[in-house]
């Protein structure tokens, strides 16, 4: 079991100050939509009708809400910004690397498997360490092929593994294959992901730590010149990891493990139950596992992998509803258990709630919205409350990344040009919005097991202009 440190050094003590901000812009966004109703509530509850007064505490709930991730943002935007940057397993270069198995899980992706298994055969690690596992989960195209071609000619590093029958989802998958793999540690790259030669060192180095459970790396699209959608997409991703999700490895807070380019340590995951073969978002679900079983997840900024983002409208609403319907199932499973764990610290907590309830903020901010029209045609409303609702929501759509961080994203990366794109994000982020309402709303209808487990994947056309 991992042991848990106390940041003692200057760096510690910066994320200690911020943190004691973030608390008090937490108690500030709680007390002004509530105090605001609280004042209205002394001067004319006598003559409201009750569900009146019913509707407006619940608008003033949903704004308080909604303010709490609004000033979570910008408190990850400032850290990202002005704060002290941690990146403690940057400089690991030499070391006796341990035996790692690569495991690539393909459904029909024969335009692109042939692209990551040429890149994972020139990566700078030793080969005699490296193992790696695609796994043809009953794939209908030449992907099976193309995996056996490759293993032929490379017999020692490439074990492939065909997976025929069990329930769909990658969580299953992974499931699986992990009873084919020897090694403790673990990367996992999805088939259209095409890794750096220097990646594979980076995200094995933290695990050299023994409280490490989990690494990700930073994902960048590969097709940002193909579409407008592409373009808009990459700026959501650049503030999603250049400033979320490195802000909160600053604070010692959450970072999110994604099954896209990332890594785990196996025998942590297997003590906390192993991989979910019924969880709709595999790598959340590993996140909030391992969470709880006292291990750490990091972040690795600069290791960079590329991936193909939807081009088109409908993929990207596909691709949303999946990932809301993945993260409301984790935030069903592990809110409470998470609240009342005694290996996760306070703002581990308090982090990790709002990091499981982000895709519920879409049903909410509609919600909310609605309450105040209706308020508003009852003649019972409140300026002070509509502004901060229309403030909040300007910079609260989306799911992680909004107007200031990918701003922020823009001038860190050196590419201020993109900027210029950012007023049309909220095309995408109110796509998203509808999105995750439309998931969230579906989801709480009942579905068949295997309809909801079966393969979710984003077109892919093989890297072509």
Not at 162 to 182: F, L, N
Not at 397 to 422: K, S, W
Request: proline share 5%.
């Amino acid at each position: 079991m991992p042991r848990r440190r106390s940041p003692r050094n200057r760096e510690g003590q910066g994320s200690l100050r911020s943190l004691r901000l973030l608390s008090l812009a937490f108690l500030l966004a709680f007390a002004f939509p509530l105090g605001v109703l609280g004042t209205q509530g002394t001067n004319a509850t006598s003559g409201r009708p009750w569900y009146v007064t019913t509707m407006l505490w619940m608008l003033g709930i949903i704004i308080a809400f909604v303010v709490i991730y609004l000033v979570r943002h910008y408190c990850f935007t400032l850290n990202r910004l002005f704060g002290r940057q941690r990146y403690p397993y940057l400089d690991v270069d030499t070391a006796d690397w341990p035996e790692i198995t690569v495991v690539i899980p393909a459904h029909n992706e024969e335009q692109v498997i042939g692209r990551i298994l040429t890149a994972l055969l020139e990566i700078d690690y030793p080969q005699d360490r490296l193992k790696i596992v695609p796994v043809d989960d009953r794939s209908e195209d030449r992907t099976g092929r193309i995996i056996d071609d490759f293993a032929q000619r490379h017999p020692h590093s490439i074990k492939p593994f065909h997976r025929t029958e069990g329930v769909g989802g990658k969580g299953a998958v992974m499931r699986d294959a992990i009873a084919h793999v020897e090694t403790d540690v673990l990367l996992v790259f999805d088939a259209d992901y095409v890794p750096g030669k220097g990646l594979v060192k980076q995200l094995v180095a933290p695990f050299f730590d023994p409280e490490v459970g989990a690494v990700m790396g930073r994902v960048v699209p590969s097709n940002v010149h193909h579409n407008f959608l592409a373009r808009l997409l990459d700026l959501e991703r650049s503030g999603g990891y250049q400033v979320d999700q490195q802000a909160r490895m600053n604070l010692r807070l959450v970072p999110q493990y994604g099954g896209t380019v990332g890594g785990v340590r196996k025998t942590a995951l297997e003590r906390m139950g192993g991989w979910s073969d019924d969880s709709l978002a595999e790598d959340t679900d590993a996140t909030y596992r391992l969470l709880l079983g006292g291990w750490k997840t990091v972040y690795q900024n600069r290791s960079e992998c590329y991936e193909e983002v939807p081009e088109t409208w409908e993929g990207r609403m596909r691709q949303v509803v999946r990932w809301a319907r993945g993260h409301n199932q984790a935030f069903a499973r592990y809110a409470w258990p998470l609240l009342w764990n005694r290996r996760t610290g306070f703002w581990e907590k308090v982090d990790g709630l709002l990091l499981l309830g982000v895709y519920l903020m879409s049903p909410l901010l509609l919600l909310g919205w609605t309450l105040a029209m209706a308020l508003w045609y009852l003649g019972y409303n409140h300026p002070g409350l509509l502004v901060v609702l229309l403030v909040a929501s300007y910079s609260t759509i989306g799911n992680f990344a909004t107007f200031f961080e990918v701003a922020a994203a823009t001038h860190l990366d050196g590419t201020r040009q993109r900027a210029r794109l950012v007023p049309f994000i909220l095309m995408g982020f109110l796509v998203t919005l509808i999105s995750v309402t439309k998931g969230t709303l579906r989801q709480l209808l009942p579905q068949p097991r295997e309809d909801a487990l079966r393969w979710h994947k984003t077109e892919h056309n093989g890297g072509r202009p």
